[in-house]
């Protein structure tokens, strides 16, 4: 998993799992003062430079993957907060949405 903006959670991440590569976007809020309560997720492919380059520059193809939101309530992340993260997708199952990704 690669990260930046950590706050108490790191708000930017490049994730992978067997799908492809993910970014989960939670960008500072000026207007309210504070990180929003949700973050955006999109897809990133499965070539691993082509996510590398969509997540350190926020191109133009990172509209093309959004997929939706996910509330920062549905996220666990490991103990330190920076190797490994699962969302809940359902009332009783999880799914694991990283694994270390190369940086």
């Not at 930017?12 to 500072?28: E, H, S």
Request: proline share 6%.
């Amino acid at each position: 998993m690669a990260y930046r903006g950590f706050w108490d959670v790191p708000r930017l991440l490049l994730t992978q799992d067997a799908a492809g590569f993910w970014i989960l976007d939670c960008r500072f809020d000026p207007e309210r003062d504070e990180y929003p309560s949700v973050f955006k997720l999109y897809y990133a492919g499965f070539d691993t430079a082509a996510a590398m380059s969509i997540y350190e520059n926020h191109n133009a193809e990172i509209v093309a993957g959004y997929r939706g939101e996910i509330a920062f309530a549905a996220l666990e992340f490991d103990p330190s907060r920076r190797k490994q993260v699962r969302i809940a997708v359902g009332p009783r199952s999880n799914r694991a949405v990283s694994s270390p990704a190369a940086a």
